[in-house]
């Protein structure tokens, strides 16, 4: 169903793969819109390396909403920060693309560890971590990705 990587020389290994999902902290999630577009919208999120499984959070209510709403399938695209070798002007970044599906967690103790996990990518302030869970929990809707397919590649841009 997925197409193999046309340029496999570049593909990165399924651990570096992980790896990237797991340290970087932004992504594009791509969903299809009622109108037929494509909807890309950048996103933090946690990569679950018990059940390799992705988590985002979100509004219960927009665009995002009405999208998943319409199709449960997605595309996640993360992109590392790329570097430039002495006396090159490209750069060379990895990135990694995950397809899959994605449906909305219901269960309160998933939706906190999730949003926990969250926040600590960005801090390890607990007082600030409980501050979000008692006053911005409650309107939070958390999603998870089922990765059917990841893919990452290398790129030197020239």
């Known amino acids: 169903m997925f197409k193999a990587m046309r340029r496999f ?3 990165l290994s399924e651990e570096k793969s992980i790896e990237i999902l797991t340290n970087e902290p932004h ?4 969903l299809m819109s009622d109108s037929g ?3 890309g919208v950048p996103i933090t999120h946690w990569y679950d390396e018990k059940t390799g499984h992705i988590y985002f959070h979100g509004a219960k209510e927009g665009h995002k909403m009405d999208c998943l ?3 449960n399938k997605a595309s996640f695209c993360v992109i590392d920060k790329g570097f430039k070798k002495d006396g090159e002007w490209a750069v060379h970044y990895q990135s990694v693309i995950v397809f899959g599906k994605i449906q909305m967690v219901h269960d309160p103790d998933k939706v906190k560890e999730i949003c926990t996990e969250l926040c ?3 801090t390890n302030d607990q007082d600030y971590i ?3 869970l008692k006053y911005s929990g409650p309107s939070v809707q958390c999603f998870e990705l089922i990765p059917e397919h990841i893919s990452g590649k290398i790129v030197k841009e020239s």
């Open 37 to 39: 577009y494509p909807y």
């Open 9 to 11: 020389k570049q593909q």
């Open 27 to 30: 992504g594009v999630l791509s």
């Open 130 to 132: 409980d501050h979000e």
């Open 69 to 71: 709403k319409r199709c």
């Open 120 to 122: 600590l990518k960005f």
